[in-house]
C-alpha cells in the first residue's frame, strides 16, 4: 500500500495564478483532511471530507476550495495564489467512527507564491 | 486563539536520558490527544494518543501522560536515541461537539524541535 500521496511535491506561482493540489489515499478511508504549515504555527486545518461528494470548512478555509468526487481522492484548489498561500501543504485520512482518531499523512507540498 | 499550545519550541537532551515534551490545552471539549512526529520534508507520523478516561498510556519508550484538571499532558521518552531527534506535535480532538460530532478534526499545537545528542 502506498497510504496517502500527494502531487506535486513542490511548485511555485506567481500571485493570481491556479492550480489543484491532489491527494490520493489507497487505504479505503471515509475522512480526508487538508493541512496547512506554518513556521510557529503548527498544522492548522482548511478543509475536510467526511466522504465522497461531501466537504466542509476547517479553520482557515479562506482562498481555497475542495472537491471528493471519488473517496479515494481529495483535491485542494486555489483560484488566485496569493503570497499569503506559500506553505507547506499536508494531506491526512482516516477511518470512520470512533474507535481511533489517528491519521494517516502525505509527505506534504511545498508551495511558494512571488 | 490558540486552544494547544506547546511552550517549549525547542529541547535538547543527552542521549540515553529522558526526553519530556509538554503540551497544554484550553477547551474542555478535547477528550482524545495524539502525540505526531516529524521528519524534515516528511509528513507527521502517528506516535502515540490517550483517551480522557485515562491518565497515562505506554507504548515502548513512549508514555504519555494526561492531567485534565491541569488541562495538561506530557510525551515521556525512555531512553532518547539521536533517531528521536524531529519535531513533536501534539494534537487534540473532541468527540462531541455542540450540537454533533466532530468528525475527528484535530487542533494541533505549534510543535518542538527535539534534539537528541550522542
Known amino acids: 500500500n502506498a497510504g496517502v500521496t500527494q502531487t506535486p511535491k513542490f511548485r511555485v506561482l506567481k500571485t493570481g495564478q491556479s492550480m489543484t493540489l491532489l491527494c490520493a489515499q489507497d487505504?479505503?478511508?471515509?475522512?480526508m483532511y487538508w493541512y496547512r504549515q506554518d513556521p510557529g504555527m503548527g498544522l492548522r486545518l482548511i478543509h475536510y471530507?467526511?466522504?465522497?461528494?461531501?466537504?466542509a470548512k476547517g479553520e482557515v478555509p479562506d482562498g481555497y476550495n475542495v472537491s471528493r468526487l471519488k473517496k479515494q481522492n481529495f483535491l485542494l484548489g486555489l483560484e488566485s495564489a496569493a503570497p499569503s498561500q506559500t506553505s507547506v501543504y499536508f494531506c491526512?485520512?482516516?477511518?470512520?467512527?470512533?474507535?481511533?482518531?489517528?491519521?494517516?499523512f502525505g509527505p506534504g507540498t511545498r508551495l511558494t507564491v512571488t | 486563539d490558540q486552544q494547544v499550545k506547546q511552550n517549549s519550541p525547542s529541547l535538547s537532551v543527552q542521549e540515553g536520558r529522558i526526553s519530556i515534551l509538554n503540551c497544554d490545552y484550553t477547551?474542555?471539549?478535547?477528550?482524545?490527544f495524539l502525540w505526531y512526529k516529524k521528519y524534515p520534508a516528511e509528513g507527521p507520523t502517528f506516535l502515540i494518543s490517550i483517551s480522557s478516561i485515562k491518565d497515562k498510556n505506554e507504548d515502548g519508550r513512549f508514555t504519555v501522560f494526561l492531567n485534565k484538571s491541569a488541562k495538561h499532558l506530557s510525551l515521556h521518552i525512555v531512553p532518547s536515541q539521536p533517531g528521536d531527534s524531529a519535531v513533536y506535535f501534539c494534537?487534540?480532538?473532541?468527540?462531541?461537539?455542540?450540537?454533533?460530532?466532530?468528525?475527528?478534526?484535530?487542533?494541533f499545537g505549534q510543535g518542538t524541535i527535539l534534539t537528541v545528542h550522542p
Open positions: 471530507s467526511v466522504g465522497e461528494g461531501t466537504t
Open positions: 491526512a485520512s482516516r477511518t470512520g467512527g470512533l474507535s481511533s482518531y489517528e491519521q494517516y
Open positions: 494534537a487534540a480532538s473532541g468527540r462531541r461537539a455542540a450540537g454533533g460530532t466532530s468528525y475527528g478534526k484535530l487542533t
Open positions: 477547551n474542555s471539549m478535547f477528550d482524545y
Open positions: 487505504m479505503n478511508h471515509e475522512y
